[in-house]
C-alpha cells in the first residue's frame, strides 16, 4: 500500500503528472471573482466564502478522471486486481494520494487566496479548518466517479455530473463554517456535520468504488 | 498435484458464451499452449482464470494468491525508471529482489532510463519481468510474445523454463512457437460454444450486473 502511494505521488510530481495545475486553477477562478463582480469590499467579503469552497470544489474536480483512467489506459488497473492489495485499498491510497496532491495544496494555499477575496480576518482559521475537513471528501467521493466512469471515452466531463451534485452536502456545509466564522457565529454545528460527512464517506466510499471498478473490468 | 484445475468451465465476452465445457489441469513444472483463432475467447479465459470476471459456470480450483497475470498491456508507467516500475510490482507483491529480473529480460543496462523511452519490444520485456518479482507459481500469459525480436523470444523462453523447473507452471496463449517442446497444447476450437444451444441473451439482459 505504502508502495502505491510512493508511486502515485511520484507519478503526480512528475512531467505531466498536473501537481499544481489544480492549485493555479483554484488561484485564477479566485482573482477572476473580482473582475466579474467589482473589486467593491463589502460584496466580496459577502460572497468570499461560497466563493473559494466552489473554487476549491472545481480544482479537486479537475483532476479527478486521472485517478483510475491512466492505470486503466496502460493496463496497471487490471495488475492491480490481480494483486494481493485488496482492491478497496489501492482505492483508499489512491484517493489518498489525489487529496495529497491537490487537496492538501488548496488547504494550504487557500488563505492567500482569501485575502484577494477581502474574507474578513476572524473566518482564516475556520477555512483552513473547513477546507482541511471537507477536501478528502470530495477526493474519495471523486474516486468513486472515476471508478465507474472508468473506461469510458471522455469519461471526464460524465464523472463531473455525476460527482458535482455528490459534493452538494460538503460544500453547504463547508462553506456555512466559513460564513458563520467570517459574521462571528458558533461554526460548531456545521463543522461537526462536515467532518460527519467526510468520515462517513472515507469509510463507505472505498467500498463502492471497488465495487464499481469489479464490474468495470470484466 | 495440480496448481490449476478446471472443470467443466464456461465463459462469456459480452454476455455471449464464448467458451463452454472447458477441462483441464495444469500441474507443476507443466506448461500448456492455448491455440485458437481470433476470438475463440483465449484472452477472456485468462481474465476468467485470473478472477478479473466471473465464470458463467463450472469450477476452477486453484490456491489463493497463486497466480499472475500478464495481458496486452504492460501496466507500466512511461514517467517511471525501468527500476521504478519494477520496485513498484515488487513492492506489492511482498519485496523480492529485482536485479535477477532485469538480468533475465535483459533490461540491467536499461535499467535507469525513463519507461517512455523504451522501444516496444523493450516494455514487453519489462513487462515481463514482472511476472518473476511476483513469485507466483501459476502465470497466465495473453500473447506474452508481442513486439518481441528473435533473440528476445529465446530469453523469454528460457525464463520460462527456469520457471516451470522451480515448480511453476504456466497457461500461454500464442501464435507462435515458443521453442518449448514439453508444452502441451490446448486447442479451443472443440470447446467453442454452439450458438442456439440457449438463448443467448435473455430479455433485459445488463451485462454490468450479469
Known amino acids: 500500500m505504502k508502495a502505491l502511494l510512493l508511486r502515485d505521488l511520484r507519478l503526480a510530481v512528475r512531467a505531466g503528472g498536473g501537481f499544481g495545475l489544480s492549485l493555479v486553477f483554484f488561484l485564477i477562478l479566485c482573482t477572476l471573482v473580482p473582475f466579474g463582480v467589482g473589486a467593491e469590499g463589502g460584496q466580496l467579503s459577502r460572497i468570499a466564502p461560497g466563493i473559494l469552497w466552489v473554487g476549491a470544489l472545481l480544482a479537486c474536480l479537475l483532476s479527478l478522471d486521472r485517478i483510475f483512467a491512466l492505470d486503466h489506459e496502460d493496463g496497471s488497473l487490471d495488475l492491480l486486481a490481480t494483486a494481493p492489495l485488496p482492491l478497496e485499498g489501492a482505492v483508499a491510497i489512491k484517493a489518498l494520494a489525489h487529496w495529497l496532491t491537490t487537496g492538501l495544496p488548496l488547504v494550504v494555499f487557500a488563505p492567500l487566496l482569501g485575502v484577494l477575496l477581502h474574507l474578513p480576518t476572524a473566518a482564516y482559521p475556520l477555512l483552513v479548518l473547513s477546507l482541511a475537513l471537507g477536501t478528502p471528501a470530495l477526493s474519495m467521493l471523486g474516486a468513486f466517479g472515476a471508478a465507474i466512469t472508468v473506461g469510458l471515452r471522455r469519461g471526464g466531463l460524465l464523472l463531473s455530473l455525476l460527482v458535482l451534485p455528490l459534493y452538494v452536502p460538503t460544500l453547504i456545509f463547508g462553506a456555512e463554517v466559513v460564513r458563520r466564522g467570517a459574521v462571528g457565529a458558533d461554526p460548531t454545528t456545521p463543522l461537526v456535520f462536515l467532518a460527519g460527512i467526510t468520515l462517513a464517506t472515507l469509510a463507505l466510499v472505498p467500498f463502492a468504488a471497488a465495487a464499481a471498478l469489479r464490474v468495470n473490468l470484466r | 498435484m495440480s496448481l490449476i484445475s478446471v472443470r467443466g468451465l464456461a465463459v462469456a465476452r459480452g454476455g455471449l458464451r464464448v467458451i463452454e465445457g472447458l477441462d483441464f489441469e495444469l500441474g507443476a513444472g507443466q506448461a500448456i499452449v492455448l491455440r485458437g483463432p481470433n476470438g475463440a475467447g483465449k484472452?477472456?479465459?485468462?481474465?476468467?482464470?485470473?478472477?478479473?470476471?466471473?465464470?458463467?459456470?463450472?469450477?476452477?480450483?486453484?490456491?489463493?494468491?497463486?497466480?499472475?497475470?500478464?495481458?496486452?498491456?504492460?501496466?507500466?508507467?512511461?514517467?517511471?525508471?525501468?527500476?521504478?516500475?519494477?520496485?513498484?510490482?515488487?513492492?506489492?507483491?511482498?519485496?523480492?529482489?529485482?536485479?535477477?529480473?532485469?538480468?533475465?529480460?535483459?533490461?540491467?543496462?536499461?535499467?535507469?532510463?525513463?519507461?517512455?523511452?523504451?522501444?516496444?519490444?523493450?516494455?514487453?520485456?519489462?513487462?515481463?519481468?514482472?511476472?518473476?518479482?511476483?513469485?507466483?507459481?501459476?502465470?497466465?500469459?495473453?500473447?506474452?510474445?508481442?513486439s518481441l525480436d528473435q533473440g528476445s523470444v529465446a530469453l523469454f523462453a528460457t525464463m520460462l523454463r527456469d520457471h516451470l523447473a522451480q515448480g511453476g507452471a504456466a497457461l500461454i496463449a500464442t501464435h507462435i512457437d515458443l521453442g518449448l517442446p514439453e508444452a502441451q497444447v490446448l486447442d479451443l476450437a472443440p470447446y467453442r460454444a454452439r450458438p442456439g444451444l440457449r438463448q443467448d441473451r435473455p430479455a433485459g439482459f445488463n451485462e454490468a450486473f450479469a
Open chain 2, 43 to 146: 484472452t477472456t479465459l485468462l481474465r476468467c482464470l485470473a478472477g478479473l470476471q466471473p465464470a458463467v459456470t463450472g469450477r476452477i480450483e486453484c490456491q489463493s494468491d497463486s497466480i499472475a497475470y500478464a495481458g496486452h498491456a504492460d501496466g507500466l508507467k512511461p514517467a517511471l525508471t525501468v527500476t521504478e516500475n519494477l520496485e513498484f510490482w515488487s513492492a506489492v507483491f511482498g519485496g523480492p529482489d529485482i536485479a535477477p529480473a532485469l538480468a533475465a529480460m535483459n533490461l540491467t543496462d536499461l535499467a535507469a532510463r525513463p519507461a517512455h523511452a523504451l522501444s516496444a519490444g523493450q516494455k514487453r520485456r519489462l513487462g515481463l519481468a514482472r511476472l518473476m518479482v511476483t513469485g507466483r507459481p501459476v502465470w497466465l500469459l495473453d500473447e506474452p510474445t508481442v
